[in-house]
């Protein structure tokens, strides 16, 4: 599918201003499923816009926020590099917890509105991404979440004050989630992917759980993580779970 890729839209999010979400959709007429993707701390860079193209050639529309709106001016694109980490983790553990919700909460209602969507809604999120993609589909109107290596979910450490209540939320979810993890991601260690499948078997929560011989950060197409070829099973995966879910 040929795709727009030059569109962003400015939403108000109560509390903290106006949140920039860019968006990728087909250019041919029609309405199709939405998904929300969530970066990681360096916001929307070359190779996240890259895979929002991918999911959008596929037949979605895509929303990507901007997800430190209310610390950074919109447009900024923090660097693979040691600047733009210490930054983009300094603002993960400085925005409260209740503003990336109220950041969702917003996110989804724009794009559940835009007149090229159905309305049928997913998230998907890599790192940083893959927490807030959990959080947000506790949202009634998420019916999947296709989560990446998330991190600080089995610590508890989202946010301001590093006291995040996700796993404990996990026992309202009704959305189903799709879970991917490196085995060598030292962000998330064996221990850690085992207290969240404990919680998910506990609150009986419907979903898929892959793991594979991989490091943190594998899906990005830039830099010495990335691996082509799991990236393609990840992402056919990824797109026949949407298709099973949302369509």
Known sequence: MILRSDETVDIDVPGSGAMRVHLFRPVADGRHP???????????TAPIRRLA???AGNGYVVAVPEVYHDYEPAGTVLGYDAAGTERGNA????KPVAAFDADAAAAIGALAAHPACTG????????????????????????????????????????????????????????????????????VPPEGRAAIRARLEDV???????????????????????????FLQAMTQTLAFFRRTIG
């Open 91 to 94: 603002l993960k553990l400085t």
């Open 53 to 55: 193209a991918m999911l």
């Open 120 to 187: 049928s809604l997913a998230t998907f999120g890599v790192c940083l991404g893959g927490h807030l993609a959990c959080r947000a589909a506790l949202d009634p109107r998420v019916v999947a979440a296709a989560c990446f290596y998330p991190t600080d979910i089995h610590s508890g450490t989202l946010g301001a004050g590093r006291n995040d209540d996700t796993l404990a939320r996990l026992a309202a979810l009704k959305a189903e989630l799709m879970l991917v993890w490196g085995r060598q991601d030292p962000h």
């Open 34 to 44: 939405g998904v929300l993707l969530y970066s990681e701390i360096y916001q929307v």
């Open 204 to 230: 009986g929560a419907s979903y898929e759980w892959h793991e594979w011989n991989a490091q943190h950060a594998f899906l990005r197409d830039e830099g010495p993580r990335y691996d082509p070829a799991l």
